[in-house]
Protein backbone atom coordinates (compact mmCIF):
# COMPACT_ATOMS: atom_id res chain seq x y z
CA UNK A 1 0.00 0.00 0.00
CA UNK A 2 1.15 3.47 -0.81
CA UNK A 3 1.62 6.27 2.31
CA UNK A 4 3.54 9.33 2.41
CA UNK A 5 4.64 10.54 5.89
CA UNK A 6 5.04 14.68 6.29
CA UNK A 7 6.75 14.54 9.53
CA UNK A 8 7.04 18.04 10.32
CA UNK A 9 3.35 19.28 11.34
CA UNK A 10 4.22 22.73 11.82
CA UNK A 11 7.51 24.73 11.00
CA UNK A 12 8.00 28.71 11.53
CA UNK A 13 10.74 30.14 10.65
CA UNK A 14 12.53 33.92 10.12
CA UNK A 15 12.32 35.66 6.53
CA UNK A 16 15.05 34.93 4.66
CA UNK A 17 15.62 31.59 6.59
CA UNK A 18 16.37 28.62 4.34
CA UNK A 19 13.69 25.57 4.99
CA UNK A 20 13.42 22.09 4.21
CA UNK A 21 9.95 20.13 4.37
CA UNK A 22 10.21 16.59 4.84
CA UNK A 23 8.94 13.91 2.90
CA UNK A 24 8.96 9.85 2.97
CA UNK A 25 7.06 7.76 0.98
CA UNK A 26 6.32 4.08 0.89
CA UNK A 27 4.95 2.22 -2.36
CA UNK A 28 5.98 -1.49 -3.43
CA UNK A 29 5.76 -0.14 -7.48
CA UNK A 30 9.05 -0.02 -9.25
CA UNK A 31 7.00 2.94 -11.25
CA UNK A 32 5.47 5.87 -9.45
CA UNK A 33 5.27 9.94 -9.55
CA UNK A 34 5.65 12.20 -6.54
CA UNK A 35 4.14 15.40 -6.20
CA UNK A 36 4.62 18.51 -4.44
CA UNK A 37 1.64 21.38 -3.59
CA UNK A 38 0.92 24.33 -1.72
CA UNK A 39 -2.72 25.35 -0.31
CA UNK A 40 -1.98 29.20 0.58
CA UNK A 41 -4.43 30.93 3.26
CA UNK A 42 -7.04 31.37 0.19
CA UNK A 43 -7.40 27.37 0.18
CA UNK A 44 -6.81 26.38 -3.71
CA UNK A 45 -4.17 23.92 -4.10
CA UNK A 46 -1.23 24.97 -6.23
CA UNK A 47 0.68 22.44 -8.05
CA UNK A 48 4.34 22.87 -7.67
CA UNK A 49 6.69 19.76 -8.77
CA UNK A 50 6.43 16.58 -10.56
CA UNK A 51 8.96 13.77 -10.36
CA UNK A 52 8.88 9.95 -12.20
CA UNK A 53 10.64 7.09 -9.79
CA UNK A 54 12.98 7.14 -12.51
CA UNK A 55 14.23 10.76 -12.50
CA UNK A 56 16.59 11.10 -9.80
CA UNK A 57 17.89 14.23 -10.45
CA UNK A 58 17.64 17.43 -8.26
CA UNK A 59 15.70 20.23 -9.39
CA UNK A 60 15.75 23.86 -8.57
CA UNK A 61 13.53 26.53 -10.05
CA UNK A 62 14.17 29.94 -8.25
CA UNK A 63 13.67 29.61 -4.62
CA UNK A 64 12.51 26.28 -4.58
CA UNK A 65 14.99 23.03 -5.12
CA UNK A 66 13.53 19.67 -4.49
CA UNK A 67 16.04 16.84 -3.31
CA UNK A 68 14.55 13.05 -4.72
CA UNK A 69 16.65 10.15 -2.94
CA UNK A 70 15.29 6.74 -4.10
CA UNK A 71 17.60 5.04 -1.76
CA UNK A 72 15.80 6.74 1.59
CA UNK A 73 12.69 7.04 -0.52
CA UNK A 74 12.45 10.45 0.27
CA UNK A 75 11.01 13.99 -1.83
CA UNK A 76 12.39 16.62 -0.13
CA UNK A 77 11.35 20.46 -1.01
CA UNK A 78 13.66 23.34 0.29
CA UNK A 79 13.12 27.10 0.13
CA UNK A 80 15.38 29.37 0.19
CA UNK A 81 15.76 32.78 1.75
CA UNK A 82 11.90 32.19 2.79
CA UNK A 83 9.54 35.02 2.51
CA UNK A 84 6.48 35.60 3.98
CA UNK A 85 4.63 34.83 0.85
CA UNK A 86 6.11 31.59 1.18
CA UNK A 87 3.48 31.27 4.34
CA UNK A 88 1.30 28.02 3.60
CA UNK A 89 0.12 24.40 3.74
CA UNK A 90 2.64 22.14 1.55
CA UNK A 91 1.62 18.48 0.66
CA UNK A 92 3.53 15.72 -0.67
CA UNK A 93 1.77 13.25 -2.63
CA UNK A 94 2.15 10.00 -4.52
CA UNK A 95 0.78 7.81 -7.14
CA UNK A 96 1.83 4.66 -8.46
CA UNK A 97 1.84 4.28 -12.28
CA UNK A 98 -0.87 1.90 -13.03
CA UNK A 99 -4.24 2.58 -13.98
CA UNK A 100 -7.18 4.30 -11.40
CA UNK A 101 -4.52 4.44 -8.55
CA UNK A 102 -5.54 7.41 -6.44
CA UNK A 103 -2.85 10.34 -5.39
CA UNK A 104 -1.86 9.20 -1.76
CA UNK A 105 -1.35 12.41 0.41
CA UNK A 106 0.97 13.15 3.41
CA UNK A 107 -0.36 15.29 6.46
CA UNK A 108 0.76 18.52 5.18
CA UNK A 109 3.46 20.71 6.80
CA UNK A 110 2.21 24.57 7.85
CA UNK A 111 5.19 26.45 7.22
CA UNK A 112 4.58 29.92 8.84
CA UNK A 113 7.77 33.06 7.56
CA UNK A 114 7.86 35.67 10.03
CA UNK A 115 8.64 39.01 8.86
CA UNK B 1 -8.91 28.53 -19.58
CA UNK B 2 -8.46 24.45 -19.14
CA UNK B 3 -9.68 24.32 -15.68
CA UNK B 4 -12.16 22.23 -12.84
CA UNK B 5 -14.54 24.27 -11.53
CA UNK B 6 -16.72 23.27 -8.28
CA UNK B 7 -19.76 25.09 -6.95
CA UNK B 8 -20.81 26.15 -4.40
CA UNK B 9 -17.70 27.44 -3.10
CA UNK B 10 -18.86 27.80 0.35
CA UNK B 11 -21.85 26.25 1.84
CA UNK B 12 -23.90 26.33 5.45
CA UNK B 13 -26.08 23.72 6.05
CA UNK B 14 -27.93 21.73 8.80
CA UNK B 15 -27.60 18.20 9.64
CA UNK B 16 -29.74 15.69 7.48
CA UNK B 17 -30.35 18.62 4.60
CA UNK B 18 -29.83 16.74 0.98
CA UNK B 19 -26.90 18.65 -0.67
CA UNK B 20 -25.56 18.61 -4.20
CA UNK B 21 -21.47 19.81 -4.61
CA UNK B 22 -21.29 20.18 -8.44
CA UNK B 23 -17.80 19.60 -10.15
CA UNK B 24 -17.42 20.12 -14.14
CA UNK B 25 -14.15 19.68 -15.96
CA UNK B 26 -13.57 20.92 -19.69
CA UNK B 27 -10.51 19.09 -20.47
CA UNK B 28 -12.50 16.12 -21.71
CA UNK B 29 -11.09 13.84 -18.66
CA UNK B 30 -11.51 10.45 -18.06
CA UNK B 31 -10.80 10.38 -14.39
CA UNK B 32 -12.04 12.05 -11.91
CA UNK B 33 -12.43 11.74 -8.45
CA UNK B 34 -13.65 13.74 -5.17
CA UNK B 35 -11.10 14.30 -1.94
CA UNK B 36 -11.96 15.85 1.22
CA UNK B 37 -9.28 17.55 3.40
CA UNK B 38 -9.22 17.94 6.96
CA UNK B 39 -6.86 19.58 9.42
CA UNK B 40 -3.96 16.71 10.24
CA UNK B 41 -5.30 14.30 7.86
CA UNK B 42 -4.16 15.56 4.66
CA UNK B 43 -6.54 14.91 1.70
CA UNK B 44 -8.56 11.72 1.51
CA UNK B 45 -9.78 10.07 -2.03
CA UNK B 46 -13.89 9.73 -1.27
CA UNK B 47 -14.73 8.30 -5.02
CA UNK B 48 -13.45 8.30 -8.12
CA UNK B 49 -14.65 7.69 -11.74
CA UNK B 50 -13.03 6.01 -14.72
CA UNK B 51 -15.42 7.39 -17.10
CA UNK B 52 -18.74 7.93 -18.05
CA UNK B 53 -20.76 5.55 -15.25
CA UNK B 54 -18.13 4.29 -14.17
CA UNK B 55 -17.88 4.83 -10.50
CA UNK B 56 -15.94 3.39 -7.23
CA UNK B 57 -15.49 4.12 -3.78
CA UNK B 58 -12.19 5.53 -2.30
CA UNK B 59 -10.74 5.58 1.07
CA UNK B 60 -13.74 7.02 2.86
CA UNK B 61 -16.97 6.83 0.95
CA UNK B 62 -19.32 6.20 3.64
CA UNK B 63 -22.22 9.11 3.86
CA UNK B 64 -21.67 9.83 0.17
CA UNK B 65 -22.84 9.39 -3.14
CA UNK B 66 -21.52 10.12 -6.81
CA UNK B 67 -23.24 10.03 -9.99
CA UNK B 68 -21.08 10.02 -13.41
CA UNK B 69 -23.75 10.51 -16.39
CA UNK B 70 -21.43 12.99 -18.31
CA UNK B 71 -18.13 12.71 -18.95
CA UNK B 72 -17.44 16.82 -18.13
CA UNK B 73 -19.67 16.26 -14.91
CA UNK B 74 -18.89 14.43 -11.21
CA UNK B 75 -21.41 16.11 -8.57
CA UNK B 76 -21.10 14.38 -4.98
CA UNK B 77 -23.87 13.96 -3.31
CA UNK B 78 -24.87 14.29 0.32
CA UNK B 79 -28.06 12.40 1.20
CA UNK B 80 -28.31 13.09 4.58
CA UNK B 81 -25.38 15.43 5.69
CA UNK B 82 -24.05 15.45 9.69
CA UNK B 83 -21.38 17.53 10.98
CA UNK B 84 -18.20 15.25 10.84
CA UNK B 85 -19.16 15.95 7.25
CA UNK B 86 -17.56 19.43 7.32
CA UNK B 87 -14.78 19.48 5.53
CA UNK B 88 -13.33 21.18 2.81
CA UNK B 89 -13.68 18.96 -0.79
CA UNK B 90 -12.31 19.31 -3.68
CA UNK B 91 -12.41 17.43 -6.64
CA UNK B 92 -9.88 17.22 -9.42
CA UNK B 93 -9.66 15.72 -13.24
CA UNK B 94 -7.15 13.80 -15.35
CA UNK B 95 -6.98 12.60 -18.39
CA UNK B 96 -6.47 8.10 -18.78
CA UNK B 97 -3.25 9.10 -20.83
CA UNK B 98 -1.76 11.43 -18.47
CA UNK B 99 2.16 10.80 -18.24
CA UNK B 100 2.68 11.70 -14.94
CA UNK B 101 -0.64 10.87 -13.46
CA UNK B 102 -1.19 14.53 -12.77
CA UNK B 103 -4.20 16.01 -11.48
CA UNK B 104 -6.12 18.78 -11.90
CA UNK B 105 -7.99 20.07 -9.26
CA UNK B 106 -11.05 22.78 -8.64
CA UNK B 107 -10.58 25.39 -6.00
CA UNK B 108 -12.36 23.31 -3.46
CA UNK B 109 -15.59 23.51 -1.66
CA UNK B 110 -16.01 24.37 2.17
CA UNK B 111 -18.85 22.48 3.57
CA UNK B 112 -19.99 23.00 7.31
CA UNK B 113 -22.84 21.17 8.93
CA UNK B 114 -24.45 22.94 11.79
Known amino acids: AQKVTQAQTEISVVEKEDVTLDCVYETRDTTYYLFWYKQPPSGELVFLIRRNSFDEQNEISGRYSWNFQKSTSSFNFTITASQVVDSAVYFCALSEARGNTPLVFGKGTRLSVIA | EAQVTQNPRYLITVTGKKLTVTCSQN?????MSWYRQDPGLGLRQIYY???????DKGDVPEGYKVSRKEKRNFPLILESPSPNQTSLYFCASRSALAKYNEQFFGPGTRLTVL
Open chain 2, 49 to 55: SMNVEVT
Open chain 2, 27 to 31: MNHEY
